[in-house]
Structure formats: structure tokens, C-alpha cells
């Protein structure tokens, strides 16, 4: 099993950059004059892998995708568009390429690609829950979508948030970043092949559902429980289990399951002494492995630092 490599990487030739993509078998080709100045950010697992790439000039890229991959790339165009097998990108396109995909791409200056891989086989089931028959066979076909802009930039603040921790720390769980990536692949795909008409859910049920998310986050505090685990745990979709939380605490589950962490790191705040534990030591405790993300999410719950909480 391969270790997680989170890396952060700049170049001045597309050659180099090409080859610093691991997992791929492709080849970049420079266009534009001048020097190249490119940028690289990538976290790469066992079963999925992040990158984002920046590029100043314009550049053919041409190979093959990872075998038993999906992968889908969300580019951003300062200029003229970029151009995936033949035809034009939009603002709202996302691009897919199936398991050993060829693929042809010129990229514009200023290019700006943002692309998730994740294992076909883990995908399928996982999005068995979620689509139907007839959806997961046109997926299987599509090599583009069209999706909302503010879909697009939700998904990519997520994901850029996913690489950001990764290369603050090493250390983190390969199966969180994993689930992590593969959410927001499932919420591109959900965008794309929801049904226009809503499904009405059981109140009940959904109080249930979250009542059991809550018990098992707590179970788990120490190493927070990703929504696809709750959902392999519960037997029940994504979808599902969204509209639940949605519907019960008007949050989405990842928000109200923070919620529930924070809480618990603040009574063990207010139960013990400053001498006794620290607060790094409490927000490692309860899975926050990034000291300022806990601080900041602690203070925008509770209004304060939490140093400022009053200790035993």
C-alpha cells in the first residue's frame, strides 16, 4: 500500500510538469512563445488522487487515462477556452475520462485545472445507492457535463480545502481524504443526473437517521466518521441521508457532525484545567488535526477562541 504524497511544485518546462502527475501516461506539448511557468499542487493515494494545475502557456496534452480511474476535470479559463477532445469548455463544463481513456486537450493560457481521480470499482458502488440503472449507464457513456456555476465553485473550494490540509500535514488518514474526494465526486455526478422532481421524505425516518449519525460520530470522535462510512454503516444513500439532515438540523451532515465534535471539545474545554490538558491537545482529541481550522470553527459556533473558554 502506497503512502499518501502530497506535494506542491513549480516548473519551467511542460515536459517536467507532465511527468510529475503520477499515475499518467501523457505528454505536453508548449504552443505560446516565452518562458513556461507552471504550477502543481497534488495529493495522491492508493485509490484516488487530486491535482491542480496551472499553466501560462498555451499546451496540447494528449495520453491516456489510469486504468480502472474515473476522472473528472473542472477547468477555469482566464482567456480563450479550453478545448477537450475536439470541442469547446464553458464556464459550467466539467470533462470526463473513463478507464484508459484517450484524451486530447488544448489548454488556453492561464489554464487553470482542477481534476479528481478515483477508483471506478468503489465509485460504482457507492453510486449504486444514489442512481439508478439507466443513470449509471449513461454516465458510463458521457465524456462532459454541464453543471451550475455555483455547484462548480462549491465543489472546488472543497477539494482545494482537501489539498491544502494534505500538504499541511502528512499525516492525515488516507480513507478520510479518500471518502473526502470521493463526495465531491458523487455531488458533480448527483448535479448532473438529479431528477428535476423532489423526493419527499419520511420525518421520521430522517430524525432516526441523524439521531444514529450522532451516536456513531460520537463513537468515533477521535477519528471522525466520513458520510460514505455513515452511509455503509446505515445502509442508506447519500442522497438520503443529506435530505435527512437537511430537513432535520437544516445542515449538511459533514456541518452538523462537526457541530456535534465541537460541542463535546468544548465540554471536555470547560470540564478540565488549562494545566491538565491543552487545547491542541483537546482538538487533537476530538479529530481536528489542523489546531487553526479547529480554533476557527470553534470560534465561529461559539463566539469565541477556544482559550477564552473558562476552564475547571
Request: with cysteine; proline share 3%.
Amino acid at each position: 500500500m502506497m503512502a499518501i504524497l502530497a506535494q506542491m511544485k513549480s516548473f519551467d518546462d511542460v515536459h517536467l510538469h507532465a511527468g510529475a502527475i503520477v499515475g499518467w501516461q501523457q505528454t505536453y506539448d508548449q504552443l505560446s512563445t516565452g518562458p513556461v511557468q507552471t504550477a502543481l499542487k497534488h495529493v495522491t493515494g492508493e485509490r484516488f488522487q487530486i491535482f491542480q494545475e496551472s499553466l501560462n502557456k498555451r499546451v496540447v496534452q494528449r495520453g491516456v487515462a489510469p486504468p480502472g480511474r474515473l476522472c473528472v476535470g473542472m477547468p477555469m479559463c482566464s482567456g480563450e477556452p479550453a478545448v477537450f477532445q475536439g470541442k469547446s469548455l464553458g464556464t459550467e463544463s466539467v470533462t470526463l475520462l473513463h478507464s484508459s481513456q484517450e484524451f486530447f486537450v488544448q489548454a488556453a493560457e492561464g489554464m487553470d485545472l482542477l481534476a479528481i481521480t478515483v477508483e471506478t470499482a468503489r465509485l460504482e458502488d457507492l453510486a449504486a445507492r444514489d442512481f439508478s440503472d439507466s443513470e449509471m449507464r449513461r454516465l458510463a457513456r458521457v465524456s462532459r457535463l454541464e453543471l451550475r456555476q455555483h455547484v462548480l465553485q462549491n465543489v472546488r473550494r472543497r477539494l482545494e480545502d482537501i489539498v491544502a490540509a494534505a500538504l499541511h500535514n502528512n499525516a492525515l488518514p488516507e480513507n478520510l481524504l479518500e471518502d473526502s474526494t470521493l463526495e465531491c465526486m458523487l455531488d458533480l455526478l448527483d448535479h448532473r443526473v438529479e431528477s428535476e422532481e423532489g423526493r419527499a421524505g419520511n420525518h421520521v425516518v430522517s430524525a432516526y437517521l441523524v439521531k444514529q449519525c450522532q451516536e456513531l460520530a460520537l463513537a468515533h470522535y477521535d477519528e471522525p466518521i466520513s458520510v460514505l462510512e455513515l452511509c455503509e454503516r446505515l445502509n442508506v444513500s447519500r442522497r438520503t441521508l443529506q435530505r435527512s439532515f437537511q430537513s432535520v438540523t437544516g445542515l449538511r451532515p459533514v456541518e452538523y457532525l462537526r457541530s456535534v465534535r465541537l460541542n463535546a471539545a468544548r465540554r471536555r474545554l470547560r470540564m478540565t484545567c488549562a494545566n491538565e490538558v491543552t487545547v491542541a491537545r483537546i482538538a487533537s482529541d476530538f479529530g481536528f488535526t489542523h489546531l487553526g481550522h479547529f480554533s476557527g470553527y470553534y470560534k465561529t459556533l461559539f463566539g469565541e477562541h477556544p482559550s477564552e473558554t473558562p476552564r475547571h
